[in-house]
């Protein structure tokens, strides 16, 4: 029969590299050509036109494909429609440009995101905060958030790490990097970014952060006006009863959250659950939602994988306390052993953002200076399947969502 489409499967069963079929996929829409993403279909397969090119593509990189007929094609699309079936065929139409927020010097292992992208061979390009501060996030479509720190207490590290080399230098760029953009403190040139990153999303971005980025960059928003960094952080005190000052509306997920006022202590608010779960490392796992792939496809689209189950994993903000999430923001990851969030989503404006806890999915307590993660023994990563599915989440042919 004639061949005219490539399935790209997605299950446990038949995919034996997922995270690379990522990169199949987005290398497929460089060559504007169009993909359907299964939604719910065999683990969320790509239906990809045949040609000689993608076999081969598919080949080298390992990922695991079969060739069908035009007729076994539309049987597939047939019984993703049926109402019965929870299932939903996404229209990928562009490859969505990707900028990585990170400092220079950083190495790829010190970001999941950024090491991801690589192994699956999708492209992207770093920016900074003189990048951010000239509006040069308006030339891309998604942008990730590394592990910064927004609120200019230098991730916190202090008590363990202030006579460290690398904890006295990176203090000291950051420092002369606020001074040469015409700041007087590091605090005040993050919030400059902080709101900048915060239009690019109002005016239709997608924004992805982890660990640290997720809580500090709300905390930063919240904190605008307010000196909330003590003397060993910016040179003199903070504010005097500064919680009562912090504006929750200014937030994209979190509220009523306490600030760490101890710089000392190695967290920035309530936010994160880090030192309030006890959950031993064997049952630490995390649930992903169902959704209707029909009437919610966003949702559905962040949640594809092999598994409802994925391994948890430690960060400096490892999840989110539930009940200091905003009513408006969606859950589709939790514990439900002690009912934390690890995975959000939720819309600001025109544009979406997602926060995923923890540092690296493969890493269980990522520490500074482990070795990085060889993700070529992790091709089949629940974990890190999540970030992907928000990489190709831009793509899709928008249509209204209906919750």
């Known amino acids: 029969m004639f061949a005219s489409y490539i399935l790209i499967p997605m299950d446990v069963d038949s995919q034996k590299n997922h995270l690379k079929a990522y990169g199949i996929t987005y290398w497929t829409l460089k060559k504007e050509l ?35 007929s035009n007729a076994k094609a539309e049987g597939i699309l047939e019984e993703i429609a049926s109402p019965s079936q929870n299932m939903e065929a996404v229209v990928l139409e ?9 400092p220079t010097g950083k190495q790829p292992w010190d970001d999941a995101v950024t090491m991801v992208l690589q192994y699956a061979e999708i492209p992207y390009e770093t920016v900074y905060d003189e990048e951010v501060l000239n509006d040069g996030l308006l030339a891309f479509d998604w942008l990730h958030l590394h592990h ?11 008590a363990q790490y202030r006579a460290a080399s690398w904890y006295i230098q990176e203090k000291k760029d950051a420092e002369e990097l606020a001074s040469n953009l ?4 590091v605090s005040q040139e993050k919030l400059a970014v902080a709101l900048k990153i915060r239009d690019y999303v109002i005016g239709g971005g997608f924004m992805f952060a982890m660990c640290s980025a997720t809580d500090s960059f709300d905390i930063a928003l ?12 910016d040179g003199d ?9 912090i504006d929750y509306k200014k937030t994209f997920a979190f509220t009523n959250y306490t600030l760490e006022r101890d710089p000392k202590i190695y967290e920035f608010s309530s936010i994160d659950m880090t030192r309030k779960r006890m959950i031993p490392k064997t049952a630490d796992y995390f649930s992903l939602m169902e959704f209707s792939a029909k009437w919610d496809p966003i949702p559905s689209m962040l949640c594809q994988n092999h598994t409802a189950l994925v391994k948890g994993f430690m960060g400096q903000t490892t999840s989110f306390t539930r009940e200091e999430i905003k009513s408006n923001v969606l859950v589709l990851g939790e514990t439900k052993s002690n009912g934390e969030a690890k995975y959000i989503h939720g819309i600001k404006g025109k544009g ?8 690296d999915p493969e890493d269980y307590q990522h520490r500074v200076g482990d070795a990085k993660t060889e993700l070529d023994l992790h091709p089949t990563s629940p974990g890190y399947r999540l970030i992907l599915n928000n990489v190709l989440f831009p793509a899709a042919k928008k249509k209204k969502q209906k919750t």
């Not at 005190?237 to 000052?245: E, L, P, T």
């Open 352 to 359: 979406f953002f997602t926060f995923y806890g923890g540092h």
């Open 222 to 233: 919240s904190a605008e006006g307010v000196d909330i960094c003590e003397p060993m952080f």
């Open 237 to 245: 005190g903070s504010d005097a009863g500064y919680q009562n000052k």
């Open 94 to 102: 562009k490859a969505p440009k990707i900028a990585v927020y990170t």
């Open 182 to 185: 015409g700041y007087n403190k």
């Open 34 to 68: 169009k993909v359907k993403w299964l939604l719910n279909y065999k683990g969320g397969s790509f239906l990809l036109p045949d040609t000689e090119a993608i076999r081969r593509e598919c080949q080298i990189r390992g990922v695991s494909f079969e060739v069908i």
């Open 148 to 158: 910064e720190d927004f609120t200019g207490q230098y991730g916190k590290f202090y």
